[in-house]
């Protein structure tokens, strides 16, 4: 079964700080990654996605994604957070069909 | 401007008294689909829609029953809810293609009782 893993379910920064976030999924097939942002109180909102092309993504408000086949990984990283950052991230498969698959998510807080 | 609009945004109700929430969407996407998310769990996914007439399961199905009837339209209904169903419910829509990224509403908070 399609499963995909966020490793860190808390992560604690300082503004200027970089960030790096895991996702691992399995499934063997071609895979639609997208990384997906909740502000507090908010619903969920495209971050950046992959399906074919440049494995290294760029997204919204300076965010990247790096899709290592080899890895089963598409993590995300932005150089340098901001207060504005903190909020909930979450990684989501899509493949060889419509179900989506979505990691349990972190939580990102940002200290001003 | 384009939107997904769930109703009720939030819900608190007793074990046993059918529910419905609405999902509509005015983007003329194809691809509907439930969520509920619970802490330290994301998101998963109860039903799906490729248009109208064609639901699937996802991986929640169970005590959740959906219609699509209608191209923007995709509820979600609780014949009997029960305690565990108390969530945060999410419907999103795409345009039809595995890698298209999903519009999300923003969200109904059932407590069942």
């Known amino acids: 079964a399609q499963s995909v893993s966020q490793h860190n379910h808390h992560v604690i920064l300082s503004e200027a700080a970089s960030l790096e976030l895991g996702c691992n999924y399995s499934?063997?097939?071609?895979?639609?990654l997208f990384w997906y942002v909740q502000y507090p109180g908010q619903h969920l909102q495209l971050l950046l996605k992959?399906?074919?092309?440049?494995?290294l993504v760029k997204g919204i408000k300076g965010f990247e994604a790096e899709f290592i086949k080899s890895k089963f990984s598409f993590n995300l990283r932005k150089p340098s957070v901001q207060w504005s950052d903190t909020a909930e991230y979450f990684c989501a498969v899509r493949a060889g069909g419509f179900k989506t698959i979505f990691g349990a998510g972190t939580r990102l807080f940002v200290k001003a | 401007e384009a939107q997904v609009t769930q109703n009720p945004r939030y819900l608190i109700t007793v074990t046993g008294k059918k529910l419905t929430v609405t999902c509509s969407q005015n983007m003329n996407h194809e691809y509907m689909s439930w969520y509920r998310q619970d802490p330290g769990l994301g998101l998963r996914q109860i039903y799906y829609?490729?248009?109208?007439?064609?639901?699937d399961k996802g991986d929640v199905p169970e005590g959740y029953k959906v219609s699509r009837k209608e191209k923007r339209n995709f509820p979600l209904i609780l014949e009997s809810p029960s305690p565990n169903q108390t969530s945060l419910y999410f419907c999103a829509s795409s345009s039809l293609g595995a890698n298209q990224p999903q519009h999300f509403g923003d969200g109904t908070r059932l407590s069942i009782l």
């Open positions: 829609s490729m248009n109208v007439e064609v639901t």
């Open positions: 992959y399906f074919s092309g440049d494995p």
């Open positions: 499934y063997g097939g071609t895979v639609n």
